[in-house]
């Protein structure tokens, strides 16, 4: 049998963006084949079927933020200033034409994690993953004395995902970009203070 080439990575990123805007419940396999260029035999042999490869689009989203976070945080002068830009760029992205204001995997949590455990298992490593980020700089800026040690890296993060996941949430229903960067210069003045 002949294997199917393909840009996985790439066809990942287009169903993403597909899951994203459409959910789950609402995306065909044509509509994955519009957006992937895969027939669905395609998708069935590379994924097993369309849950396979929300997973799968999943795991790639947390690569994706992965990286983009660390370029964000290394690039920055300052933890503080790190942050800042990590919340202009959800502030950007939420407000984006381009863009949807769930991020895929609150989009997925919302509609499918409890109704399977595969899809709620890797929701959990992704939020698990972008809170430890969160912990290691926050750190950082703990013991480099940029923010005070009052609170420990744990706890910010913890406020910092749940404020990131509120401003997602929010922007769904009031997307003006002056009262989303509002909140998201309270939510990083609470952060560090």
Partial sequence: MRSAEFDKEQVLRNAIALFASKGFANTSMQDLKKAT??????IYCA????QGLLVSALEQYRKDRSVEFQQLFQQAQSVKAGLKAYLDKTIQDVTSVDNHCAC???KAMSEMSQLNEAVEQVISQNIAAWQ???VQILQTAIDNGEISSKRN??????????GLSGIRVFAQSNNDVKVLNELAEQLLEDVCR
């Fill in 132 to 134: 430890a980020g969160f």
């Fill in 37 to 42: 260029g895969l027939h669905p035999g395609s």
């Fill in 104 to 106: 895929l995997s609150q």
């Fill in 47 to 50: 994924f097993e079927n369309k």
């Fill in 153 to 162: 890296a744990s706890q910010r993060a913890s406020y910092l995902v749940m």
